[in-house]
């Protein structure tokens, strides 16, 4: 059973700060997505990594998918009141049903 | 972009009552798709993945007898909810895949409440 850990769970902050959300997992995946949730709502696709290595930016997030493609991260700069919401990593196994295996999700809050 | 609808997107219910939740892929043919669970404040669940034309693969936990999946077609798939109690009371999310390829698109859920 693949395994993603996904940090930190919770997070508040202040309009203009950085900020760091990691995924990390013993397993290798062939691809991992970032999705981000608003409640009530469905998880809305940020990004898609493929490539070890890889680093993929979107306006102020920026993902990066690491060399062995164990672990990503999530980087947002100067966060906004709109950032704020739920932030899921999805990692894509090997197998022919590339089924996700889910983190556990970091709720982000951003306060003006 | 891929688009996932899922419909009801909120039902109110007695208990007993046996409800079905619709997903369609609007605009892709979808072999595969996927039955999540959320319960508040957590992330996705796996409860089930759904193949058009043949039987539904369940997680380890999820009663096949309680959650029924039915593919019956590459746009849509449902899930019933049969004799529905409040422990059932959840968000129910579907996700689809176009031509099973990744990522997966998700439909807008679905907040089932029992009483």
């Known amino acids: 059973t693949q395994l993603l850990e996904q940090s930190p769970q919770f997070l508040s902050i202040q309009e203009g700060e950085n900020l760091t959300v990691y995924c990390n997992s013993s397993s290798v995946f062939s691809s991992l997505q970032w999705y981000r949730q608003e409640p009530g709502e469905g998880p809305v696709l940020l990004v898609t990594v493929v490539t070890g290595g890889e680093v993929k930016k979107l306006k102020r997030l920026t993902f990066q998918f690491g060399d062995a493609r164990k672990d990503s991260s999530l980087h947002i700069t100067a966060a906004q009141p709109g950032d704020t919401g739920l932030y899921l990593c999805a990692g894509a196994g090997d197998n022919a049903g590339n089924m996700l295996t889910f983190g556990g999700g970091t709720r982000l809050m951003v306060k003006p | 972009g891929a688009v996932v609808s899922q419909h009801p997107s909120r039902v109110i219910c007695k208990s007993g009552t046996s409800v079905k939740i619709e997903c369609r892929s609007l605009?892709?043919?979808?072999?595969?798709m996927f039955w999540y669970r959320q319960f508040p404040k957590q992330s996705l669940m796996l409860m089930a993945t759904s193949n058009e034309g043949s039987k539904a693969t369940y997680e380890q936990g999820v009663e096949k007898d309680k959650f029924l999946i039915n593919h019956a077609s590459l746009t849509l798939s449902t899930l019933t909810v049969t004799s529905a109690h409040p422990e059932d009371s959840s968000f129910y999310i579907c996700s689809a895949r176009d031509r099973g390829l990744l990522p997966q698109h998700f439909g807008d859920g679905t907040r089932l409440s029992i009483l």
């Open positions: 605009d892709f043919q979808a072999t595969t």
